[in-house]
T-cell receptor
Framework: AQRVTQPEKLLSVFKGAPVELKCNYSYSGSPELFWYVQYSRQRLQLLLRHISRESIKGFTADLNKGETSFHLKKPFAQEEDSAMYYCALGYGQNFVFGPGTRLSVLP | ETGVTQTPRHLVMGMTNKKSLKCEQHLGHNAMYWYKQSAKKPLELMFVYSLEERVENNSVPSRFSPECPNSSHLFLHLHTLQPEDSALYLC???????????FGPGTRLTVL
């Protein structure tokens, strides 16, 4: 079965420090990868998708097919980035979410 | 209202009650989903509907019963729930099955 792994359940960094949220997937075809974010008391929402190659709120993610990874990065974390982050894989008619990483940005 | 809406936003029920959660999407999507979100399992897929037909049922207990009368509406009927069913229930939709999903705000369910 296709899988998405996020090895860290919780990641704590200090404000202004770089942050990297790891995501690995298992799929042999052409995947579509996404990052979703859920801020406290807000709905789960799409942060970015790999096909757009965009930067949202300072976050970027590059698809590395060789390493089957789609890590989310931001050079300088802000306190408002504290949230739950889910990596997701779309393949064919299926869509699977990873277990999520809770990012806590400390002042 | 645009996007995906869910009602009620909060629900408290006893173990012998029967209640229903409602989801409505105004995006013209053809696929709809129910998820359970709890501290134990952050995002657990329950049911998938595509063109009003149930295409996935992830070993969910029969005390949860979904209904999709049309492509815009999705219900989750609840009866004889257990306290461990207390969680945030999220509805989502996508243009077609497999595309990126758009989520509702969720229903916070507490079973006493």
């Amino acid at each position: 079965a296709q899988r998405v792994t996020q090895p860290e359940k919780l990641l704590s960094v200090f404000k202004g420090a770089p942050v990297e949220l790891k995501c690995n997937y298992s799929y042999s075809g052409s995947p579509e990868l996404f990052w979703y974010v859920q801020y406290s008391r807000q709905r789960l929402q799409l942060l970015l998708r790999h096909i757009s190659r965009e930067s949202i709120k300072g976050f970027t993610a590059d698809l590395n097919k060789g390493e089957t990874s789609f890590h989310l990065k931001k050079p300088f974390a802000q306190e408002e980035d504290s949230a739950m982050y889910y990596c997701a894989l779309g393949y064919g008619q299926n869509f699977v979410f990873g277990p999520g990483t809770r990012l806590s940005v400390l002042p | 209202e645009t996007g995906v809406t869910q009602t009620p936003r909060h629900l408290v029920m006893g173990m012998t009650n029967k209640k229903s959660l409602k989801c409505e999407q105004h995006l013209g999507h053809n696929a709809m989903y129910w998820y359970k979100q709890s501290a134990k399992k952050p995002l657990e897929l329950m049911f998938v509907y595509s063109l009003e037909e149930r295409v996935e049922n992830n070993s969910v207990p029969s005390r949860f019963s979904p209904e999709c009368p049309n492509s815009s509406h999705l219900f989750l009927h609840l009866h004889t729930l257990q306290p461990e069913d207390s969680a945030l229930y999220l509805c989502a939709s996508s243009h077609v099955r497999g595309n990126e999903q758009f989520f509702g705000p969720g229903t916070r369910l507490t079973v006493l």
